[in-house]
């Protein structure tokens, strides 16, 4: 069969999703140590780790996966659009009623570049963790110090106001509470995993996007089954999701 080899992955995003999985893999195992009190390492180096592993953990996350996104022009790609409400609907009837499955990943030969090629579930995926990321750094700062300060604000001074503004209504502290928000946003994380893992790993239609990311970033588009190719190159329009051709 005839190939198109493509980037589908770059090396900087490859590397980033290694870190991103083994710091996940750390915080979690420290921080449920220190939780549940596990006997296998002492409290203080599960916390020293914890905290050390934070750091990278967030930098990939709010630093270095934005950053990467931007430079490649895949941005865009990473919102829920109006055809992803679509794919996400064929999603639902294929597993209710073995519908075909819809075809989301999008290459565009005219500009040499993917368009979409992100899962739509993938997308509600990115979207909770960012939203998790978000709680649990919060609270984490709050956790860490309670006096930490940046440029002379005293940033969780203000996160422990309004800690204690909805503590009330769950009857504990202020400080209880972001504990309490902490260990359920890493209880999404867990959830989150094995989410993903079961959506990508376990489908047989997805073994391209696999070998991609953890081998060479590279794949055949021309055989991959939840792909559709598009030449926007004569087009006036930056993208139409009507326009979308399956080549077989």
Known sequence: MEKLMVTRHSTLER???????????I???TGFTMYWGLPYISYSDA????????AVFISINWILVPYNAFINGNLASYMFWAADFKRLWGVIKNFLWGAEYPTYTVYDIGRHRFV?????????LIFSHYLALF?????GILMYSDSLSIL??????????FMDALAPSFKVSGLALAIIFHV??????????????GMVQLDPRKSQHIRSMFIDGKENVLEDPTADIVDTSESTEEFEQKTVVKIK
Not at 15 to 25: F, G, K, Q, R
Not at 116 to 124: C, F
Not at 152 to 161: C, E, K, P
């Open 27 to 29: 915080l979690l195992a």
């Open 152 to 161: 002379g604000v005293n940033i969780s001074g203000i996160i422990l106001r």
């Open 47 to 54: 916390y020293g780790i914890h905290i050390i592993t934070a």
């Open 135 to 139: 709680v649990i750094t919060v609270t």
């Open 184 to 197: 359920a946003m890493a209880y999404w994380f867990v959830a989150e995993a094995v989410i993903h893992v």
């Open 15 to 25: 590397l980033a999703h290694y870190a991103n999985m083994a710091s996940l893999v």
């Open 116 to 124: 979409n090629r992100t899962h739509p579930v993938g997308k509600l």
